[in-house]
């Protein structure tokens, strides 16, 4: 039966998520290695950029990442959403504004990721499109050190509302109405076309794809 089968499932599963992800897919690791005690897995979490370089390099399984380049050959399956939404402290004075113009944003202090990081590069290309060149403040190597100095009161900031959701619940930050956010993306499940998923790496896409976070809820709701 099923059960028996998995007792006997053996095996390691290199995973590498996005930094954004790491707020969804460890979560899962728990239920998952209960329910599959014989698989070990190991989890690589790092920005856009570095994990095309470990996919090009073929060193690991699995990946969750967002939109595949086209130059490589991979077999992709939709993950699920990652919107960003646009961050700020309580007391910022856009905070209960409705409807904000994306130009307003160009007077605001903005805290960036990293280069190479998604999230940076889908906020620069939604301002670019809109004409508005950010005030950059700051520039910080994770999401978490973006939401500590939001809170702060350095800056506004662009982040997976994956990585807020406990924030913005909590009321320590809020999601600014600005006309065209929340910006959609999507997490997809990947790895290259040339490689056979082990039955143990199988296992586990397989249970990220039935164990799927949902949009989180938005600010105000
Ligand atoms: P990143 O992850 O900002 O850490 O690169 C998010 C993404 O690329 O969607």
């Given at each position: 039966d099923v059960a028996a089968l998995r007792g006997v499932e053996r095996g390691r599963v290199r995973v590498a998520v996005l930094t954004t992800a790491q707020y969804v897919v460890p979560k899962?690791?728990?239920?998952f290695c209960a329910s599959h005690p014989g698989i070990d897995v190991a989890m690589h979490?790092?920005?856009?950029?570095?994990?095309l370089q470990r996919l090009a390099a073929n060193q690991d399984d699995l990946y969750v990442l967002g939109a595949a380049p086209e130059h490589l050959d991979v077999v992709t399956e939709p993950f699920a959403?990652?919107?960003?939404?646009?961050?700020?402290?309580?007391?910022?004075p856009l905070a209960r504004a409705r409807?904000?113009?994306?130009?307003?944003?160009?007077e605001e202090p903005f805290v960036l990721r990293e280069p190479g990081s998604?999230?940076?590069?889908?906020?620069?290309r939604f301002f670019a499109e809109h004409g508005v060149s950010l005030r950059v403040r700051l520039e910080v190597g994770s999401n978490e050190a973006v939401k500590q100095t939001v809170a702060g009161g350095l800056g506004v900031a662009v982040l997976s509302a994956h990585a807020v959701a406990a924030e913005l619940a909590l009321g320590?930050?809020?999601?600014?109405?600005?006309?065209?956010?929340?910006?959609l993306r999507r997490w997809q499940l990947l790895h290259p076309a040339g490689k056979r998923l082990?039955?143990?790496?199988?296992?586990?896409?397989?249970?990220?794809?039935?164990?799927r976070p949902t949009f989180p809820p938005a600010a105000g709701e």
């Open positions: 899962l690791l728990g239920a979490v790092g920005n856009r950029e570095a994990l959403d990652n919107p960003l939404v646009l961050i700020a402290p309580p007391t910022h409807d904000i113009d994306p130009q307003r944003l160009a998604g999230t940076r590069s889908t906020a620069e320590e930050l809020v999601a600014l109405d600005v006309r065209g956010f929340p910006l082990s039955p143990a790496a199988l296992a586990f896409k397989q249970w990220l794809q039935t164990h």
